[in-house]
């Protein structure tokens, strides 16, 4: 499995980017597709995920920080995750990661990054004033 985020870049704050991430190989259609991001010399922390519900369901989950200005998206044909970042703040600036799962992770269970077994390099967003 192979995953390659794209998307990153340097904008102010109020601006806005769109991270993607593509998946190689695997099956994740019926698990999670997540976000987290990583601060200089702070720990990774989960941003957003995609949790499958079931059926053609899928329900979204956020870190209450980013509640309303980002949403993430995926599409299953194009093992592809995406992640709409609205009205950036400085306090955003991370580098992101995308983490899917092959199986549906319990609500409680989607914010630890040890339930994730798979990483891509991560992209770099900066956001300043």
């Known amino acids: 499995v192979q995953l390659q985020a794209s998307g990153g870049g340097q904008v102010q704050t109020g601006g806005f980017l769109r991270l993607s991430c593509v998946i190689s190989?695997?099956?994740?259609?019926?698990?999670?597709r997540a976000w987290f991001r990583q601060a200089p010399g702070k720990e990774r922390e989960f941003v957003a995920a995609?949790?499958?519900?079931?059926?053609?369901?899928?329900?979204?989950y956020y870190r209450d920080s980013v509640k309303g200005r980002f949403t993430i998206s995926r599409d299953n044909a194009k093992k592809t995750a995406h992640l709409q970042m609205n009205r950036l703040k400085e306090e955003d600036t991370a580098v992101y990661y995308c983490?899917?799962?092959?199986?549906?992770?319990?609500?409680?269970?989607?914010?630890?990054?040890?339930?994730?077994?798979?990483w891509g390099q991560g992209t770099l967003v900066s956001v300043s004033s």
């Open positions: 983490a899917p799962t092959a199986n549906r992770i319990n609500s409680g269970g989607l914010r630890s990054s040890d339930r994730y077994d798979y």
């Open positions: 190989g695997g099956s994740f259609s019926r698990g999670v």
């Open positions: 995609s949790n499958w519900n079931g059926g053609a369901s899928y329900l979204a």
